[in-house]
């Protein structure tokens, strides 16, 4: 840890230690657990009661980022999006994190909302519900009535969130820091990932966003009769109030009273699909939270989406990286796949390709004997990031959330439809995927991109040369060499050296009976400093054969 996370440790001291004493119980479990210490096992229990040694290494990492409170929670969902760094079981478990905070008190609320709007509360809203529909980490919703009748939910941001978030997210970036030094945490980045979420996190406190991507997806589906997206109210929004339209339906999360209204399940799980894919291949814009509690069904079976606060956004390069993974994927074509994965990740140096590929055409070869109407794309995908992960591959943070959603849609609309099967919606988009690669719009836009790249490199070389031979002339032109791993090589070399010296002047005063001398019984007179020597030479010698033998390079060629 740098010196210069000294002082903001100093600042939040009391959170500091409030973090590390709930990592610490939770620590002390897993280790309990592992050494099954069963005298031991009740001295822990989560808030509920329950023994932490007895649950499993996810729960517990759940369970403590519960604990740590809102900003640990959101977190801990960020994470579940990036099963490429912590496992798809650690990610399935925080996938189950609940987003709920105590309310803020009524007149909290009301002044946050005067303040924000500039007017009185009676002359922005007819009616204004004082009891809220729901509260999570960063707002609570509130029911309301325009003074056109029109019902309203109101999502109001928690007094000083933004100053409770930022003092939380210091603490991360200082346990980021710390976390980098240990070893078992090298491959999860913990400084990348903790960076990742800062963004991901003001960026969803600002409802000026998310006020915006509605608008989009509410154009972009407006002509679209099996989708529904709440209308925002532009005029009685800012960045700390969003007021849009109120949903009436059920959601996906209720089964049963979907059944008592007669829903189509089937109908309803192939038109939330439909929507997605929509969005993925075509809209560029994707809703990247599609958990039942985020899903609606509207009279008519149609499809209602909320809480936009988490969205996905797909550029052309990254369209065609997914095409390209599913269509891999689809036609069992383990060397493009590999390859596929060594380009769009970020590989770690000293990468076994080879083996990499055997791990690869395995998974081909096992998904090439399912039957089409067998395949689980799900399965497929979380299969696919676990190898990846078990390689230290890292994918780019905007795939790997989009591999995420495809994972989460299809088991939301197994709720639904126990026998929907996403590849089924994916399929028909495979001739468009094949089609829009070759389509001569791409060609030409491909063509538009290499010709400006050409056009600028031609720009740069000439100038670029010449301050190359303006450097050879003065005698100013310099080349520099970074060694990599050669440190230890080098100070192993030096360590040799003098255990060598160290010895061979041992011996030297040893022969020539060097005072002090010393006697002992049987043993005629020898040098005490040179014995001394002999010995100091031979235990560093042995440390330095036992050093090499450990990192392996003994006889490594």
């Known amino acids: 840890m740098k010196i210069t996370t000294i002082p903001q440790i100093y600042r939040h001291v009391n959170r500091w230690r409030e973090i590390l004493a709930v990592l610490s119980k939770y620590g002390l479990a897993d280790w309990i657990s592992r050494f099954d210490l069963e005298f031991a096992k009740g001295i822990f229990r989560d808030p509920d009661g329950e023994l932490l040694a007895r649950q499993s290494a996810s729960c517990r990492v759940r369970l403590a980022l519960n604990e740590l409170g809102p900003t640990f929670v959101k977190l801990g969902q960020v994470l579940s999006t990036r099963p490429d760094l912590v496992s798809v079981e650690l990610a399935d478990e925080l996938a189950h994190l609940q987003d709920e905070t105590r309310a803020d008190p009524t007149p909290a609320v009301r002044a946050t909302i005067e303040t924000e709007l500039r007017r009185p509360i009676e002359q922005l809203f007819a009616e204004f519900n004082d009891q809220p529909l729901a509260s999570a980490s960063i707002a609570q919703v509130h029911l309301a009535r325009l003074t056109s009748g029109e019902r309203v939910a109101v999502k109001v941001q928690h007094p000083a969130i933004e100053e409770k978030i930022g003092v939380d997210l210091e603490v991360l970036a200082g346990l980021a820091a710390l976390a980098e ?116 069904v509207l009279p008519g079976d149609r ?41 769009v990740g970020k590989v770690p140096p000293g990468l076994d390709e080879s083996a990499l590929m055997v791990e690869v055409s395995d998974y081909v070869m096992h998904y090439t004997q399912v039957q089409l109407d067998n395949f689980d794309l799900s399965a497929a995908l979380n299969e696919m990031v676990e190898i990846i992960r078990r390689f230290h591959i890292t994918l780019p943070p905007r795939l790997a959330l989009l591999i995420k959603v495809l994972v989460m849609l299809e088991g939301t609309s197994h709720l639904l ?32 991109r290499f010709t400006r790249e050409l056009e600028r490199f031609v720009e740069m070389l000439p100038r670029g040369l010449i301050e190359i031979f303006e450097q050879i002339q003065s005698g100013k032109f310099d080349v520099h060499l970074e060694h990599r791993g050669l440190e230890p090589s080098v100070n192993r070399l030096v360590y040799g050296m003098i255990t060598s010296a160290l ?53 490594r060629h």
Not at 271 to 279: I, K, Q
Not at 317 to 325: A, C, I, K, N, Q
Not at 418 to 440: A, E, G
Request: net charge negative; charged share 25%; glycine share 6%.
């Open 303 to 343: 499809i209602g989406l909320i809480d936009f606060g988490m969205i996905g956004q797909i550029d052309e390069d990254l369209r065609e990286d997914l095409e390209e993974l599913l269509l891999a994927i689809a036609q069992h074509d383990a060397r493009r796949l590999t390859s596929i994965i060594m380009r």
């Open 503 to 555: 010895f061979v002047g041992s011996t030297l005063l040893c022969a020539h009976r060097v005072a002090p001398l010393l006697t002992l019984p049987g043993i005629s007179e020898f040098s005490l400093l040179g014995a001394m020597g002999c010995v100091t030479s031979l235990f560093l010698g042995l440390r330095l054969l036992r050093a090499i033998y450990k990192s392996g390079s003994l006889d």
């Open 181 to 296: 030094q240990l070893p078992e945490f090298e491959n999860y980045r913990p400084r990348e990932v903790v960076a990742e979420f800062q963004r991901t996190l003001r960026r969803e406190l600002d409802f000026g966003r998310e006020q915006r991507a509605m608008q989009q997806f509410d154009q972009h589906f407006a002509d679209d009769d099996r989708v529904c997206i709440p209308r925002a109210f532009a005029e009685l929004s800012t960045t700390r109030v969003l007021t849009m339209q109120y949903l009436e339906g059920i959601k996906l999360s209720e089964v049963d009273r979907l059944d008592a209204a007669g829903v189509d399940r089937p109908l309803v799980a192939r038109h939330g699909a439909d929507a997605y894919m929509e969005m993925i291949f075509t809209l560029g814009l994707f809703h990247a939270d599609p958990h039942p509690g985020n899903i609606m």
């Open 417 to 448: 439809d126990p026998q929907f099967r996403l590849i089924d919606v994916i399929l028909p988009y495979q001739k468009t995927m094949i089609w829009r690669r070759n389509s001569p719009q791409r060609r030409f836009r491909k063509l538009q």
